[in-house]
């Protein structure tokens, strides 16, 4: 996945916001409260994405080739997992990762905010 379809399938999921931030990375957010970021790789190289995933998620993603938990969020508690590479999760996993991570994200909204944007009804 490059760069630009990375940027254009999050911009597809509802209600959803861009930011370029720490350091150029393409940072997106539902509500405000970021469920991906993309960058970091260096030419001809994968896109690096980072995104959350269920308690699950994490457990089966953090040992498979090509991800990780993902750097600073993983080692502070949280459930987020970095593809740095194709090798177990090719671009439809991506993207089905990045839509279950938009949705976790939501859940963690306010329910006002919620109803406000229409999500998880």
């Known amino acids: 996945m490059t760069l ?14 861009h930011v ?6 393409h940072v997106w957010k539902v509500g405000g409260k970021v469920f991906a970021v993309g960058g970091w790789s260096d030419e001809g190289d994968p896109l690096g994405v980072t995104f959350k995933v269920s308690d ?18 993983a080692s ?23 839509t279950e991570s938009h949705r ?8 006002k905010l919620q109803r406000e944007l229409g999500l998880n009804q």
Request: hydrophobic share 35%; with cysteine; glycine share 10%.
């Open 4 to 17: 630009d379809e990375y940027n254009t399938f999050c911009a597809s999921l509802p209600h959803t916001t």
């Open 104 to 111: 976790l994200v939501s859940l963690g909204l306010t329910k």
């Open 76 to 98: 502070r508690g949280m459930k987020w997992i970095q593809r740095v590479t194709d090798e177990s999760m090719d671009d439809e996993g991506l993207r089905d990762a990045l």
């Open 56 to 73: 699950i998620g994490y457990e089966v993603w953090r040992e498979e080739p090509g991800c990780r938990p993902a750097p600073y969020l």
């Open 20 to 25: 370029v931030q720490w350091g150029g990375a």
